[in-house]
């Protein structure tokens, strides 16, 4: 109120002084004057640093959850594991080294597992040798089918040139061509039969060796069945 009266008081001399410097408006100067002396005052510091303790407590909590996560899956599998090792009983002398396998006595738990082990590798060897042989069958009755193919192409050679009135000089050259064929068959087809009585030896061969590796497995087991999970655990301690 002070400032008001005094830039009042000031207007009304210069008014009566006369015209001179241009004078601002007591209320202009008033105004200014308010201004000026209230520059600043609106800047507070409301907005704070209050953010960040609440995610800092969420990551926490996932934290701690996916770390529960992985714990409790951890703790899964260590159970399954236990429960195949639970089921395979005296087999875990599957673990045995090489060296205690090959000096164990045959009535051991650990010299039933190394027979078994054993059999098990003839049984693999078996049965590539049987897959292979059943390939070379194949293959025989291919050679066979071609061979027939041949015959019949020949055959039609000599009969389409008897048909068309070839010299016989010209039927004869046929004819030994079919002749050659008709051996080639004959070869072709002796083979296959070596080859099918071959793949017929190796897959009983296979099928003998099967059925050692399960006898030696129910030796070793003492009679029980095993889950496939459990197997598969003993052929792979096994590098089976």
């Known amino acids: ?116 082990r054993d059999a098990a590798l003839a049984t693999i060897d078996a049965q590539t040798a049987a897959t292979d042989a059943a390939t070379d069958a194949a293959a025989a009755q291919d050679g066979v089918t071609a061979a027939t193919t041949s015959v019949a192409a020949a055959q039609k050679a000599v009969d389409d040139a008897i048909a068309a009135g070839a010299t016989q000089e010209e039927v004869d050259a046929l004819n030994e061509s079919l002749s050659a064929a008709q051996t080639d068959l004959a070869t072709a087809e002796q083979e296959l039969a070596d080859a099918q009585a071959a793949a017929s030896e190796a897959q009983a061969t296979a099928d003998a060796a099967q059925a050692t590796e399960d006898a030696a497995l129910s030796t070793a087991s003492g009679g029980r069945t095993l889950s496939d999970a459990a197997l598969s655990q003993l052929r792979s301690n096994l590098g089976l």
């Open 1 to 116: 109120m002070k400032i008001r009266s005094a830039l009042t008081t000031l207007f009304l001399s210069a008014a009566l002084i006369g015209p001179g410097p241009s004078i601002l408006a007591p209320h202009a100067l008033l105004d200014a004057a308010i201004a000026g002396n209230g520059n600043g005052g609106g800047n507070g510091n409301g907005g704070g640093k209050g953010n960040g303790g609440g995610n800092g407590n969420a990551g926490g909590n996932a934290n701690s959850s996916s770390k529960s996560s992985e714990s409790s899956s951890g703790a899964g599998k260590s159970n399954g594991n236990g429960a195949v090792a639970s089921e395979l009983k005296g087999l875990n002398a599957s673990n045995a080294s090489a060296t205690a396998m090959a000096n164990a006595a045959p009535n051991s738990q650990v010299g039933k597992v190394a027979a078994y």
